[in-house]
């Protein structure tokens, strides 16, 4: 059925009146047995002056001071990294299950969810030279290690993916590559996406050209000695090769070097090992809706982290944020009429298991889903509001981003992923509705053994706390929704 | 000889005209078979307005734009760490003389020294719980190790080396002592000698109680995590324990979870170990002076670095500082009349070797070291000019302060220790002038991982080899000398 969807439709808004989303719409129908007409479009009032009042008193308890620093330092502390399929993601599930429990959550439950697990084992990067360097670097996840005896080849730098693709095999057979490329610093992190292509898909692209190892510039913006780690995939056709990153001041001191000496060697050793698949589980939570308690509005974070750091920013703020938007929305008097249903994924980090999971299983419920909101971008502030809606309903978004001033939230486009694991549920034709936030320095520390909760601030927390808080609870008490996508095949 | 200098006398500043130095006055007046008379005062003047405004346009070269960024990348590039006795140790001497040879300096020579070599081997501290925790941690320099099977007991926090020595044995015996006090930011480093000693005698104190390990906060003001490394000692009478320091992140961590878990154990392992002594070397080179080049201004640095970083800030920066100051003094059209002399100390770190044999040699020589001058704490700016002279050549030093003019240089006091590598000469009753380095950011890095090239600004360090260049310039142009310091006995 999804595959019948021709390509320019692809992540199209669609309006709940549209040609394509007609059979959805109407299944949506035949499943709401009560509750309020859903295709109202603008002309009727989206809130009552409660709800909005209501939304007000909302954002400005949460600017007082939420509990949000608390929950990421009980994560953080209690259990620390938490790779996919670890002993830590293990803990995390325990400590999500408590956690929800203890406040106050309805219906909380685990969704079991089977796991890649990779072992990263033991990581050594030296330069060699009359006094070999140990350089600092990371084995990227999901690469295969180098055996016992390592390996030791010649270095050849190149400026980026596309100018390795455009090199011949002759000039790197049996060889290092070195992507020396530098993420710069923006406020949206625009340019993880420039570079972020040299981890994921250059080790096969060095492969196929027949290098033995990758070794890549880390994609990270801070100067400070940290390599970042992240998912890279092998090809199925490209022979598999070691890959690793190195820190941004080892970069320099490598690249420094081969001006000099063009034969400069590298010593590369890894333990790195896959496992077999391992189970963890999505952990979810309610807050139940009143009148039209079978509608939900998805908050998501994701559980799991990278095994070099606490997971302090990515994503325990997150699941912070998403988990203290609720629970100060459960505090309040006026209870919203939808159930805002916070789902903490497994293992976004290796492969968004957990999404694609909760979006198998969902069934006819996935009508239900009202809007998707998703945190995983680190604290914040939230600096603009986007979303992926049906277009009619965007001057209902535009009032949810007037709620939530005088945070200084900007308008933003309406085409907007929502979020790494709020894919699976777009593709199905669920509105997302996406705050971005300020990643200035998110990508100093993100996939780092620096992300702890060193890099917290407790007030920006809470001012992103603010402005999801206020988002969830519009949506959950909105008249009418915020129609529907056309589907897309789901393909990551 | 020395042991016969009274205690009251110890480090205070003697004129050459006092009792006390009658004897070195004697002796120097003996040596000195030419030149001008010494002991004059301030009545004649200390300067030509010539050598002054040398000074000037020295000053004002060196603020264009100077070699020393070069200086300290090539260092850490072509050399990187430099631990004592090791072979990065023996590769920085054959840089030093390299460079020293290229930029022309003359008399150009090692001065073998003998080292402590000390190994590191590998570290682990894991927070043992439902899921281990690794901590970021550093053995401490000097440190036994924990032997293969590694130690695991339950921790006991203390808030400092005071609070420990406190406690009873009882409440320590078979634990691990977590000293968790914090370095706190200033501009002069002054806290650091406040926490350092936590780092240097907290081993023992806690095995005098009967504990099994040490460990501390690191003596670092930064967030990031990295755990500083540096010396520590152990009591000839007290038992050895091994020592480790946290990052401040991770001592963060284990003091949160130590909040509600008092049962709290650690895991500590590590394979550090003392090899035989090895050979190194003080690296020596000139600008030689005119008429009074058996006289000597000294700068020194040393070439030591920790093994953990690259050694950029902790000495490059020094060494930078100090050769591209004497390089741009032997590149005026008017020569400074006395030597100029380079000394790249060996082994600050692990036991200042290098400085104490350089005094060692020094015999009839010291009196003729009119001044000395050692960069140590970074790239700068130079923030106060401090000195140890006799009193009544306080009118010079207050002139070549006046002579780095407009650079914001505060006057500061006579007490200045000059340095770890210039005890032993000032102990000999060397006068000392001390240029007292912004540290606001130096010990964020200090003795970490990420004292990297990285941390250095081209234009601050700039800035400080103005100051020095100056400095060293007046000094080697200055009629008469700085007097004479008392000697006393040198015990570190």
Request: net charge neutral; aromatic share 4%; charged share 20%.
């Amino acid at each position: 059925m999804l595959e019948m969807v021709p390509p320019h439709a692809r992540r199209r808004p669609v309006g709940t009146g549209s040609a394509a989303s007609f059979l959805a719409l109407l299944a949506l129908a035949v499943q709401l047995s009560a509750g309020p007409a859903l295709a109202q479009g603008t002309q009727l009032a989206d809130w009552s002056d409660a709800d909005l009042a209501t939304a007000g008193a909302l954002r400005d308890r949460a600017l007082k001071g939420t509990s949000a620093y608390e929950h990421v330092s009980s994560l953080v502390t209690e259990v620390g990294p938490r790779l996919a399929g670890s002993p830590g993601d293990e803990a995390a599930v325990r400590w999500a299950m408590n956690r929800l429990g203890k406040l106050g959550f309805t219906g909380v439950r685990t969704q079991d969810v089977l796991v890649p697990r990779w072992i990263r084992g033991t990581t050594e990067v030296t330069l060699l030279g009359p006094a070999a360097q140990p350089l600092v670097a990371a084995t990227l996840g999901g690469s295969i290690g180098t055996g016992e005896e390592g390996i030791e080849a010649q270095v050849v730098e190149v400026a980026s993916l596309e100018a390795l693709t455009a090199m011949q095999a002759g000039d790197i057979r049996n060889k290092v590559v070195f992507i020396n490329q530098r993420m710069e610093r923006t406020k949206d992190g625009a340019s993880y996406g420039t570079t972020v292509k040299n981890r994921t898909q250059g080790a096969s692209a060095a492969g196929n050209l027949g290098a033995v190892a990758l070794v890549i510039r880390s994609v990270g913006t801070s100067d400070e000695r940290f390599a970042h780690t992240g998912r890279m995939t092998y090809d199925v056709s490209a022979p598999r090769i070691p890959a690793f990153s190195l820190s941004n001041p080892d970069a320099d001191t490598l690249s420094r070097q081969l001006k000099t000496n063009k034969q400069l060697r590298l010593r590369l050793k890894s333990t790195a090992r896959e496992m077999p698949p391992a189970w963890s589980a999505n952990v979810i939570g309610e807050i139940p809706g009143t009148d039209r308690a079978g509608e939900i509005v998805l908050l998501g974070a994701h559980l799991d982290s990278w095994d070099l750091g606490q997971g302090a920013l990515d994503d325990g703020a997150g699941v912070a944020i998403v988990v203290e938007a609720a629970r100060l929305i459960s505090r309040l008097d006026r209870k919203p009429s939808r159930t805002i249903r916070v789902v903490l994924f497994a293992n976004e980090e290796f492969g968004l298991s957990g999404a694609k999971e909760y979006a198998r299983l969902i069934g006819d419920e996935q009508a239900k889903h009202v809007l998707a909101m998703e945190a995983d971008t680190g604290i914040g502030p939230v600096i603009r509001l986007e979303s992926q809606v049906a277009p009619e309903f965007l001057g209902a978004i535009e009032k949810m981003r007037a709620a939530m001033q005088p945070l200084p939230i900007e308008g933003g486009s309406n085409n907007a992923s929502g979020g790494a694991d709020l894919g699976p549920l777009r593709s199905l034709g669920v509105p997302v509705l996406d705050p971005v936030l300020d990643a200035s320095l998110y990508f100093d520390v993100h996939h780092t053994m620096n992300d702890t909760l060193a890099k917290v601030d407790a007030k920006v927390l809470d001012q992103t706390v603010a402005a999801y808080a206020v988002a969830a609870y519009l949506a959950a008490t909105k008249q009418g929704d915020f129609g529907r996508l056309a589907p897309v095949p789901f393909n990551r």
